[in-house]
C-alpha cells in the first residue's frame, strides 16, 4: 500500500481519504480566505534553483549540528496540537519517527500526551517543547521545570498567537476535541494564548532556565533583531502554517529578511509549505539552518502511525539528497547562496 | 441558520440564493467587463502584512475619531440604492446596524425613504448624505438644508458620476426599481446627474454649508490636491465599486498615491471589494482612516435586516481585532506604515 | 433579437452560434498557439484609467481629424478578407455602416468586390485600400490608380505579411474562399504576397500616386522611424490580428513606443484586440490618433450585415463616450497622457 | 492521417493515445513536482518577437555552420533513451530523418542500438555520441574510440546527472525498459552514473580525443566560463527536460546568461520545452547557435517511425522558415538580438 504513496503530497491524498472532515479540516485549514495557506506552498515557485555540475558528490552528508546537537537531516518536526486524534501513536510514534531519522521533534504544549511521558517513551530523542509565556508565570515556571526534567533540549515560545487566528472551517465545524484525548500539560479551562506577553516575559523566560529558547512565528526582520538582543538562540521563521493572519507573507519569502537582520547572530529556522526536497534545498540555501514541517508528518501519522511518519520524513531526506547531488553539493556546507535566486533575476534578462 | 454564516462571504451566497436575479444583479453587478470589480477585490492580494509580535494587546481598542467625532470601528457604511428593494427594513435597518456598531451610515440620494425619515428612524446615528451637485442649484441647496435639519453629520458628494457607468447586466435585465420602492428624495423624471458639474460647485457648495463636505470617487492624486486646495474636509477613494469606468484601478492601489498627496491636509477614507478584516488592515496600514463598504452590508441586509447588516459589520470588527492583535497594535494608533507593504517588498529578496 | 446584444462579445458569441465552423475559425484563429491572438485582447488590462473628475463633460464631441479630414469617431473598420463569406451585405454593408458613423472604412486587397464596386456602392465614404506592394509593379500601379478613380482617401500598405502566417485552425480545416465568393480585384492565380518587398517600394510608391501612404503592421520603434524618414503619413500599429507570427507582442502595449518615436512625425493608429470604449480610451492616451477593429465589425456583420456593423460601432461608440465623461475629458483632446498607466505604476506602492 | 497532424502539438496528442500509460509517463513525465517541466514549455512566453519589416526576405537560408560543419537547420535532436521502446525504427529512424533534414542527431549512451550499429545504419549522418564520464575510466576510453570508428562528429557529456532525477511517474509505475530492449552500449549492472565525476574527467576527456566536446546540462555563468576555460567546444544549456531537479529554471531564461558569459568563447547551445519555430527564433535571437529537441522527436516516432520524426522536425523548420520571413530575417545571421526582448521591455511602457 504505502509502496504507492511516492511523495507527501500522496500521503495528503490518502489522510483526506480517511480522516474525518471535522478533523482533516483542522489539520489542513488555514485562518480566513485562507490565501497565506496557499501561498506559503506557491511561493516556492518563485525561486529557482542553480545547480553547479562536475563537482563530485558521492559521499554526502545531510547532517548538521542545531543548537550544538548533531541532526541527521536539516528538516525537523513543528509543533502540532494532539496527535492522537489522528492515530493512536499519536505524540510517540512522531517523536520516535523523529529520533529514528535523527532529527528535532517539537511538542506542542496541547499535545495528547504529557511532557514526562514524552519524555519517557522517547528518552533519547532530539525533543523541544513548544510553549507560550502565560501570564501565570508560576505555572510557565512549572513547565519549564518539567521540560528540563524531562530532558527537553530546547524551548520554542510561539509569538504570533496572543489570540487564535480566525480558521473558518473549525468555526463552521464547531471543531472540539474528541473526549478521548486530554490535554494533560494545560488544565481544561486554563486560557491556552497571552495576549499581554511582551518581551519582557522572554527575559524573564532567560532568567529561569539555562536551556535554549527559540522564538516561532517571527516575521520581520525588525523582531529579528530584538529577539537577537535579547539574547534568544533561534528563530523558527513561521505564519503558524498559514493558521495565524491571513494577509500575511510567504514564509519563504520572509527568510531571507530574517537571515540578513540576524543570521550572524542566532540560528535561523523556517516552517510553512514544505512538502519536498527541492523547498527544503530552497531554504537551506537562503540561509536556514534547518527546516521544520508540521502538517506533512501528520500526514504521515494518518497513514500508518509511527512508519509513516518516518516514511514521510524518509521520503523528503532522499529528495534533498538528491537536490543536494544534481546542484553539485556533496554536504550542506556546500550550498552556495547564489544556487537560489527569486525570480527576478532571470526576468531582468 | 445565520450561525452557520461566519465570513462575509457566507452572506454573498445567501443573498445570491435567495435575491431574484434582477436585484442581485443590479447589486453584484459592475461596468463593463468587470474588470475593475474583480480587481477590486484581487486586488488586496498585492499587500502583505508583517505582524509585528509580543507586543502587549491585551486591551485593544478599535476606536478613532472620524471628523471630530468618536466611530467605535473604523468600518462604515457606503451608500447604496433603494434598500428596500432587498429587505423591508431597508436603509432603516442598514442605519440601526450602523448605530449599534458606533460607526458612519451614509445615506445614498437615491435611497427608498426621505432624508428626514431616516433622520427620524435614527436620529443619534453619525449618518451622512451622499448626494451629487446637480445643475438646479436651489434643488441642491434644498437637500443640503434638509440634511442639516435632520442632523447628518456630513455631505458626501459623489464625483465619478457625470453619468450612469454602462452596467450591462442591468441593460440586458432592463433593471427597472420596483414599483413599490419610492425615491422620495429625488423626484423621478429629474436628472440625476449632473455632466457639467466641476469644482466651483464644491466652492459654492463650502459657501452655503458648515456641515463636512467629503469627495467620493478621487483616484488621482492629482484631483486630491485640488479637492485640499479647495478646502473639502475628506476624500472617500472609491471607483464605485467597479460600477462606473471598467478599466479603472482598484482602490486599494490607489490609496497610498493619495495619502502621500494629501494625508496630512484632510481626512482619506476607501471602499472597494472590502469584505474582511485583513482588508481593513492594510486599508489602515496604507494610510486610510476608515474603510467603507457597499455591498457587504447589503448581503447582511437581504439576509436579516438590520440583524444582518450587525451581523456582518460585527464579523469585519471581529477579524479586524484579531487582525490588529496578531499584527501587534492594541489600537488603530499603534499600527505602524511598514506593516503592510507591496509584495514587491518581498520579490526582491 | 438585437437588442439583448450590448456588447461586442455579444456580437461575437452570436457569431460562434450561427457560422459554420470553418467560417468561424477563419475569421477567429491566429497563428501557431494563438498566444499573440489572446495576448491582444489581455494586455488591455495591463493598463488602467486614471480618471480626473469635476470636469465640466457636459458637452461632448467625439471627432478628430485623420489624415485632414474629420472622423465623427476615432474608431475605424481594418480590413478583413472577402466579407461576403460572412454576409450578402459584404464589405458594401461594413463600409455603409462607416460612412453611417462618420468614420474609416479600409478595404482589403481581397475584398469580395471590387475597388470600382466599393467605390461606387459606398460614394461618399471615408474608404482606404488596403494592399500590398506586389512584385509586378505594373499590377501595383493599376490598384493604386484604380483606387484613386474610386475617390479612395488613402493607402494602406499592409507590410507584416511577406508570406501567410501558419493559422493551424486553417490548415486543419482546408480552407477555401466558397466558390460563390469571387475576389476580382486580384487575380486568383497571381502571388498575393510579395517576400522581396523592402522599403524602396515604399518610396516608388510614394512616387506615383498622392494619395496619403499608411503602413500597416510596424511594431518596433526602428521601423517607425524609417517609415517616418520614408515620408509615409501615418503607421497603423498592428500584429495583423495575431495572425502572422505567434509570439509577437499585443499591440497595445508597442503603442508607446511607436509614438515615442514617432508620435510627432506622422499619425499614429493601432488595432489588435480592441472590443470596448475603455479600450479605445486606453490607445488615445497611450498615444493613438485612431483606432481600427478588424474582427468586431465582422461579427456585427454576420449578425445583421450593415445594420449589425453599425451596432457594433455604436456600442462602442457610446462606451468610448462614457469613457470620456467619466474619466473627465469632453472632447479627444481633452484625454491626457497621465490618464492611462502601465500597471507597474501602482505595483511600485 | 498524419496530414491532420499540423503542429508538434498534434503528435504529442496522438502518442498520449497510443503509447502505454507506462510508456508515455516515462517519455513525458519530469522530476518532483514537474514544475521546471512545465516551465520550460510556459517560460517561451515570457520573451516577445519583434519583427522588421520591409526587408527582402525572399531567398530564405536556414542553414549554418554548427562545429565546423553545415547543418540545413538550426534544430537538432537532443539524446533520449533506448526509442525502440517507442518504434521499432527506434534510433535509426530517428537519425535517419535528421540526417534526411540535413541535421545533428545525438545518441544517447543508453541507446537501444550499439554506437556501431547506429554509425553503420547513418553512415553519413552527423551524429554524435551523448556518454557520461564513468568512474571506470578505461569503460569510458573504449565508448569514445568506438565513437570515433564509428565516424561520430562530437561527444555530448551529460553534466546533469550525478545520479538519477526523481520521476515520480516512472517510481509509481515501477518503469522498467521491456524485455525486448537491449542496452548493448552499456553492460546492465554497471552504474551508469558517476556522482564522484568533476571538472578533471573532463580535462582527461580531451587528453584522449580530438572529438569536439560538449558540455550538456550546464544551467550557470559560473560553470560556463570554467567550462570555457577547460577548452569544452559546446555548451548544451539544459536541465534534462525537467527530469532531473525540479526547482531549476526553465532553459530559455538560462540562456542570455550562459551566452553573455562564454558566447564568444564557444558554441552555445539550448534544448527544453521546444515545440515551435517561435521558439526556436526566440532561442536563436536570444544567442543560442542551435536547438535541439527531445520529446518532439519522439512524439514524431510514435507516428510513424522516422517518417514522422522526419514530419516534426519539417513542421518545425516550416514554422521557423516563416517566422524568420515575417521578421524581416532572410538567414539566421539576420537575426539581430533586438528582435526577441523579455516582457519587461514592454510592462516599463
Ligand atoms: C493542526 C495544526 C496544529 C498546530 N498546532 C500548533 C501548536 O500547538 N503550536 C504551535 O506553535 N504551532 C502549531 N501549529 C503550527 C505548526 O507548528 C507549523 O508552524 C505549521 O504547521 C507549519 O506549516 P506546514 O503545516 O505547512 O508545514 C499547528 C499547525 C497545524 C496545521
Ligand atoms: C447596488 C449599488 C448601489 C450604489 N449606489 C450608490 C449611490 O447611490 N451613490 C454612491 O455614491 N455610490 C453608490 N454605490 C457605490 C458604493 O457607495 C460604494 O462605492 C461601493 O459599493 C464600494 O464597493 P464594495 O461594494 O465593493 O464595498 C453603489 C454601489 C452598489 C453596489
Ligand atoms: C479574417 C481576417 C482577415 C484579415 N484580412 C486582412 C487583409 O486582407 N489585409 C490586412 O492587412 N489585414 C487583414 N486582417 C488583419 C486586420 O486588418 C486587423 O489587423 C486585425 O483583425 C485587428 O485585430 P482584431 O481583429 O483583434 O481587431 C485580417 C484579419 C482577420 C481576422
Ligand atoms: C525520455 C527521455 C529520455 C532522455 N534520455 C536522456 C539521456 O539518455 N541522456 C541525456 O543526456 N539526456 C536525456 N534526456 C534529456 C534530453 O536529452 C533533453 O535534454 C530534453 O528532453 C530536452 O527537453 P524537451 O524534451 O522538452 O525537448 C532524456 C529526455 C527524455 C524525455
Redesign the interface.
Known amino acids: 500500500m504505502s509502496d ?1 504513496l ?2 507527501v ?1 500522496d500521503f495528503e491524498k490518502y489522510a483526506r481519504l480517511i480522516l474525518s472532515r471535522n478533523t482533516l479540516d483542522y489539520y489542513r485549514c488555514g485562518a ?2 485562507e ?1 497565506t495557506l496557499a501561498h506559503n506552498r506557491k511561493a ?15 559521499n554526502r552528508d545531510l547532517s548538521t549540528t542545531i543548537l550544538g546537537r548533531t541532526v541527521k537531516i536539516p528538516i525537523g518536526v513543528s509543533p502540532t496540537a494532539f496527535q492522537k486524534v489522528i492515530h493512536p501513536d499519536g505524540e510517540y510514534g512522531t517523536a520516535r519517527a523523529a529520533e529514528a531519522m535523527g532529527t528535532v521533534f517539537i511538542l506542542s504544549i496541547v499535545a495528547s500526551c504529557t511532557i514526562e511521558e514524552l519524555g519517557k517513551a522517547v528518552p533519547n530523542g532530539n525533543n523541544w517543547l513548544q510553549l507560550y509565556v502565560y501570564a501565570d508565570k508560576e505555572f510557565t515556571q512549572t513547565l519549564v521545570k518539567r521540560a528540563e526534567e524531562s530532558n527537553f533540549k530546547a524551548l520554542v515560545i510561539t ?5 487564535l ?2 480558521r ?1 472551517a473549525n ?2 465545524n464547531k471543531f472540539v476535541v474528541p473526549k478521548h484525548v486530554i490535554l494533560p500539560n494545560h488544565m481544561r479551562g486554563r486560557q491556552l494564548f497571552n ?5 519582557n ?2 527575559k524573564w523566560l532567560k532568567s529561569i532556565t539555562k536551556l535554549p529558547i527559540i ?1 516561532k ?4 526582520a ?2 529579528a533583531i ?1 529577539a537577537a538582543d535579547v539574547g534568544v538562540d533561534g528563530i523558527l521563521v513561521s505564519n503558524h502554517g498559514g493558521r ?7 514564509t519563504i ?2 527568510l ?1 529578511e530574517i537571515v540578513k537582520a540576524v543570521g550572524d547572530r542566532l540560528e535561523v529556522y523556517v516552517d510553512g509549505g514544505i512538502t ?3 523547498d527544503v ?2 531554504a537551506l540555501a537562503l540561509g536556514a539552518r534547518m527546516v521544520f514541517m508540521g502538517r506533512a508528518p501528520i500526514w504521515g501519522l494518518a497513514h500508518s502511525g509511527e512508519e509513516g511518519v518516518k516514511k514521510v520524513l524518509d521520503i523528503v531526506k ?2 534533498l539528497d ?2 543536494l ?4 553539493s556533496a554536504t550542506l556546507k556546500d550550498i552556495e547562496p ?1 544556487m537560489v ?4 533575476y ?4
Open positions: 504507492s511516492v511523495c503530497k480566513g480566505d490565501e516556492f515557485s518563485k525561486y529557482k534553483i542553480r545547480p553547479r555540475c562536475l563537482r563530485n558528490v558521492a509569538v504570533d498567537t496572543p489570540l487566528g480566525r473558518l468555526i463552521r495576549p499581554s506577553s511582551d518581551w516575559d522572554i522564538l512565528g517571527i516575521l520581520t525588525e523582531d530584538i495565524q493572519l491571513d494577509g500575511s507573507p510567504a519569502e520572509v531571507p519536498n526536497g527541492s534545498f530552497k532522499t529528495e538528491g537536490a547531488a544534481i546542484a553539485g547564489g535566486v527569486p525570480n527576478s532571470y526576468s531582468k534578462l
